[in-house]
């Protein structure tokens, strides 16, 4: 057992012991509701990081988990023979698996999508990463392509995760957090009701290039860890955003802690209204960061006013009860 996986078992003990759960409390009407996700990239899975997501799970108990999957594991040039039975022992009941895309050379092939490359978000240059797998293209800016070609990645994305023979939600997040109006565009299109690409620049100034934090910025102006959801226009209809308050990769648990404090404290001013935390983790990077989760997650459960607060639930599920709050408020 790695120490990452013994860090996350010792931190969520205590959520173990707090009961936690999806249930809703009878006594009050609003809470604090929480969704965790984490982000398939597309680029690799590995073992090690499936240990210590399912460490955090047994911790967890019966709380679930919003992945946002890219379809590229399947467009590789070799396609682990094991790679639906990974995704469906990773996805498990009560969880929602909903797309992620990011614009891989090898799913714009299989899209019949000419691959642009560039411009990378990273570097807002045609300078890409380059992975072992010989693939590229996860840091292509979204917006190199038009409304339709977009369409096209999300109709094979979701051919190519229907393999899995598991149900797909019609929630989307953008690779790079890129939500632009030509991505917003495509998913309303194509049938998708929920975007939660918002989050709050400044979670990647430490980023040596500076590059995807102005882009972020310009896209989502004004989001900050404590952004509520609400409706963005598009043509044919609306979509749900549920910003993203912290992704750990970019925050430690402190601060994590804080923002599901910080939460408390503005359902404590108005107890009657809900108010939602989205936080988040990658696949790929789980076994360096998990743990900040669970250290952060046993913190604030181990505070008993804040813990009988706190309801986990998926983004589908969480962005139903944002939206019945949004009809509800008053003009």
């Not at 799970?57 to 946002?68: A, E, K, M, S, Y």
């Not at 396609?79 to 009941?93: G, M, N, Q, Y």
């Not at 369409?151 to 229907?162: A, D, N, Y």
């Not at 309303?188 to 882009?215: C, F, K, M, N, W």
Request: charged residues 25%.
């Amino acid at each position: 057992m790695s120490a990452v996986v013994r860090d996350v078992t010792a931190c969520l003990a205590a959520i173990v012991l707090a009961g936690c759960s999806r249930s809703t409390s009878s006594e009050t009407s609003g809470r604090v509701v929480v969704a965790l996700t984490i982000d398939w990239e597309g680029a690799d899975v590995s073992p090690g990081a499936l240990a210590a997501i399912e460490q955090v799970r047994r911790g967890l108990g019966d709380v679930p988990l919003t992945h946002f999957m890219s379809s590229a594991y399947f467009t590789k040039e070799s396609v682990d023979p094991t790679l639906v039975t990974f995704i469906r022992s990773a996805v498990h009941k009560g969880d929602e698996l909903a797309m992620h895309l990011h614009a891989w050379r090898s799913l714009a092939e299989a899209s019949d999508v000419e691959p642009k490359v560039s411009p990378s978000f990273l570097t807002g240059t045609d300078e890409v990463l380059a992975f072992d797998h010989g693939d590229d293209g996860f840091d292509t800016d979204l917006d190199a392509y038009t409304v339709a070609e977009l369409r096209l990645f999300l109709r094979t994305s979701r051919r190519l995760l229907e393999k899995t023979q598991l149900p797909i939600s019609h929630t989307f997040r953008a690779g790079g957090y890129l939500g632009t109006p030509k991505v917003v565009q495509a998913i309303r299109d194509e049938g998708y009701t929920v975007d939660s690409s918002a989050i709050d620049h400044r979670q990647l100034d430490e980023l040596e290039d500076q590059t995807l934090p102005a882009r972020i910025r310009d896209i989502w102006p004004g989001v900050s860890p404590a952004s509520q959801p609400w409706l963005i226009p598009a043509h044919g209809g609306q979509i749900l955003e549920m910003p993203i308050a912290a992704f750990v990769d970019y925050s430690p648990a402190a601060e994590i802690a804080g923002v599901i404090e910080a939460a408390h404290a503005r359902w404590k001013s108005e107890p009657g209204k809900d108010v939602f935390v989205v936080l988040g983790f990658h696949l790929e990077t789980a076994e360096d960061h998990v743990g900040q989760l669970g250290e952060a997650l046993a913190n604030v459960r181990a505070r008993p006013e804040i813990a009988e607060s706190l309801m986990f639930t998926t983004i589908e599920d969480a962005a139903a009860q944002a939206r019945s709050n949004l009809a509800a408020a008053p003009e």
